[in-house]
């Protein structure tokens, strides 16, 4: 299908992330010309985040991000990349954002947008432009009530999974408009416009409100995943007015709008360049890692650890999220998302690994499968899946041989290798018992793994032995940008054909010749050791049953 794509047409994907904005650019071959990142903590200090975020020092669970430093951080990417690419020939845009987050407009946002001055930077004209200046995200846990509030207005969390694709989340966008309207009337009451952190950044680009799209809206207990509409049930249960203040939903593929005049006139974009509807950042790692089996996982290890993959018959249940597929109409995003990912890897190596990944690996090498019997469940922060709160558990199996009778002892601590090896075997253990519970393919034809930790090896041998699948690697981690930018070339593709076109259309038989192609990392792992893993397995999500009855949020 050579020849869909012009050949001297660039193609731009962002990603702003927890603690980074992100930016590839392919051509029309799909291969990747040019990357830059800007770091919120090192780049951006004088906001003052750490790991890009704000974390309320009383506990109460609550986490933001400035607003304002999203906006900085996009006027420094631009500024970085400009040297290194040619901007007019940059036919198309999309980008990816971290799922949930979400940004409040005031009653100035629109003017404010359709009036910026191209020979000033973003941040200062938009400083007066947002009601509440500290933006709600993903870590964010301080919804509870909110989340049974909503849950009991349509008769239950299982009813709520079943209509918006999952129960309710503390993170999801719903219950945080909840909260603001309940704690901050008048803030609400002087929002114009809620927009999520995709459909925000989308907003600056085009000079003007933009759509959220049905799959990061599916993210925010409030969408029919059905219909695809906003739920006028559960929009009434969540704050009043609140249709006006979200907008119309677009699917992925639609344009969102041309650039704005600012970015023509200060960065020299052609007029023409399109804006492809923004979406969310694990929808746009499903894009960027061409996704599109059924019998495929894909793993992303970020600072949430992520397991996904598709299906054309989804079952929404009490645990997991249902997603529209953004970039098939016809089929939906299964996923299972954990808080304590990177973050909580880097806190054990930090302790027990001299702070380097050598030292870990050098660890994780040494120590045996299976750990002699030890299991640890590490929350550095309130853990989503299962609903646990901040706290490390450790246990020992006295028999790990015979792990159906084997006798289970908490211990306070364990050696430095056997660590290292409880935090991994830990998180790829409970992915592999809740994807198996949620209905994914057990084992997967294959698991492609993306994200920072993808680059580890030793990781990817564990997830290659615990799962018993091959796992492959792409070219390049940072596949949410990578989808940002391969969504761009096929919502341009979609417009130039005034229909959708599936975005395999792009690729055909070449994607090997293109910077989306996988490699095998690790083959299968043993068989008799697969075996044992599901002992393991087992044992691991009855220890968890008992937490959760014990310590779980309720």
Request: aromatic share 8%.
């Amino acid at each position: 299908m050579a020849g869909l794509l012009p050949s001297d047409a660039l193609f731009l994907g962002f990603d702003s992330s927890t603690q980074s904005l992100k930016a590839t650019v392919l051509d029309g071959n799909l291969v990747i010309v040019d990357s830059e990142s800007v770091h919120f903590d090192t780049e951006l200090p004088h906001y003052r985040t750490k790991d890009g975020v704000y974390r309320d020092p009383s506990g109460n669970g609550r986490i933001v991000s400035p607003t304002l430093m999203w906006v900085e951080a996009l006027d420094v990417l631009l500024e970085k990349l400009k040297s290194k690419v040619d901007y007019g020939k940059v036919v198309a845009i999309s980008g990816s954002g971290q799922q949930h987050g979400s940004v409040y407009w005031n009653k100035h946002g629109k003017a404010i947008l359709t009036s910026l001055d191209p020979k000033k930077p973003l941040r200062s004209q938009l400083e007066d432009a947002f009601s509440v200046r500290e933006s709600p995200i993903w870590m964010d846990s301080s919804t509870t009530s909110q989340c049974r509030e909503l849950e009991k207005a349509v008769g239950g969390a299982l009813e709520l999974s079943k209509l918006t694709g999952s129960r309710a989340y503390e993170r999801y966008t719903g219950p945080q408009i909840r909260k603001i309207y309940q704690t901050q009337p008048d803030v609400y009451n002087d929002t114009e416009r809620i927009s999520l952190v995709s459909s925000f950044i989308a907003s600056i680009l085009i000079g003007n409100y933009a759509s959220i799209d049905e799959t990061d809206g599916a993210g925010m207990n409030l969408m029919d995943i059905k219909q695809r509409v906003w739920s006028k049930t559960i929009l009434e249960a969540t704050a009043p007015g609140l249709e006006e203040k979200l907008g119309h939903l677009a699917p992925a593929h639609a344009v969102a709008g041309l650039i704005s005049s600012y970015f023509v006139e200060r960065f020299h974009f052609q007029k023409s360049c399109l804006v492809i509807q923004w979406s969310g950042d694990n929808p746009n790692s499903l894009a960027g890692l061409t996704l599109n089996t059924p019998g495929d996982l894909a793993i992303s290890l970020g600072t949430s650890d992520t397991v996904f993959g598709i299906t054309s018959e989804p079952q929404p249940s009490l645990e997991g999220h249902v997603f529209p597929n953004p970039v098939d109409p016809t089929c939906y995003m299964v996923m299972l998302v954990y808080k304590n990912g990177s973050l909580t890897r880097e806190d054990v190596r930090n302790r027990c690994a001299e702070s380097t990944w050598d030292t870990f690996n050098k660890y994780l090498e040494r120590t045996p499968s299976l750990n002699g019997g030890k299991l640890g469940f590490y929350y550095k922060e309130h853990e989503i899946l299962p609903p646990l709160p901040v706290g490390f558990h450790r246990y020992a199996l006295e028999n790990v041989d015979s792990l159906n009778e084997t006798k289970v002892v908490e211990v306070q601590e364990f050696d430095p290798p056997s660590e290292v090896r409880a935090i991994i075997e830990g998180q790829f253990l409970s992915m592999r018992g809740h994807a198996e519970r949620f209905g994914m393919p057990t084992p997967p034809n294959r698991i492609i793994a993306t994200g920072g930790a993808s680059k580890n090896e030793s990781i990817l041998k564990s997830i290659a032995s615990i799962f018993g699948c091959p796992v492959y690697t792409v070219q390049r981690p940072d596949s949410a940008s990578l989808g940002a930018a391969l969504r761009a070339a096929h919502g341009w593709l979609c417009n130039k054909e005034g229909r959708f076109v599936p975005i395999s259309c792009l690729y055909g038989d070449k994607l090997d010749k293109t910077s989306l192609s996988a490699k095998l990392a690790f083959p299968a792992g043993d068989a008799d050791l697969l075996s044992k893993y599901t002992v393991l397995v087992n044992k691991r999500m009855q220890i968890e049953k008992n937490l959760v009855e014990k310590l779980g949020r309720s």
